[in-house]
């Protein structure tokens, strides 16, 4: 059997994604301060589990220049990963958090979506809403065969998400990762593939 050739990145690229929580889309060195605001006022829950917020979007001009570098990144044919915004529809449009593509494996044909909300926007099932139209995205438009999504085992809010739209728990890595407000933690990761996935309810098997 041969082997199918590696994934690319679609053109035209299918965005911006309408949700029920808001409009999954590309960032604009518009956002920057939006960016910066949204990760500044919840910093130290944010870098609880995920590193690059403890130092990264120090101010407006740094997420400018982030926003520029992931830009190019994208514009590649075989980009690594694919950094994307959940926005509200206000003018100018405020950043509720990131919903993304944070690693791609064009040869395997694979996406791990990443994920992270604003304080003010938890606690509303936002994120599940967003993530679940995002992978169906991944499959219907982007050209995915399998999606995984990674985070630390004692991290709740994010497994939940995982958990409530279906994904399948993989693997756990005891003692795998490092998070200065807790010590070593476990791994965990969760997976669907492309026919598993149903796209009318933007939820997978494990429900």
């Known amino acids: 059997m041969d082997r199918p050739a590696p994934w690319h990145r679609p053109d035209p690229i299918p965005l911006p994604l ?12 518009g956002d920057a301060t939006a960016l910066h605001a949204a990760i500044d006022e ?3 829950a944010l870098a609880a589990w995920l590193p690059w917020a ?3 979007h120090g101010d407006p001009e740094a997420s400018r220049r982030w926003i520029r570098d992931v830009a190019r990144q994208q514009g590649y044919a075989h980009p690594e990963g694919f950094h994307l915004g959940l926005f509200d529809d206000a ?3 405020r950043v509720l958090g990131g919903v993304g593509f944070v690693r791609i494996d064009a040869a395997q044909g694979e996406a791990e979506v990443g994920y992270w909300l604003t304080s003010a926007a938890r606690g509303a099932g936002l994120c599940t809403q967003a993530v679940g139209r995002l992978i169906t995205s991944a499959f219907r438009d982007w050209g995915f065969r399998r999606v995984v999504v990674g985070m630390a085992g004692p991290n709740t809010p994010s497994r939940r998400v995982a958990e409530r739209l279906g994904l399948r728990l993989e693997r756990t890595e005891r003692r795998a990762r490092w998070h200065h407000a807790h010590g070593w933690c476990d791994h965990v990761g969760f ?3 492309a026919e598993e996935w149903d796209a009318t309810t ?3 098997p494990a429900i």
């Open 18 to 29: 309408p949700t029920p929580a808001g409009v999954v889309d590309v960032y604009r060195e």
């Open 42 to 44: 919840g910093r130290a």
């Open 54 to 56: 403890a130092t990264a």
């Open 91 to 93: 003018t100018p449009r």
């Open 191 to 193: 997976a669907v593939l």
């Open 202 to 204: 933007d939820r997978g």
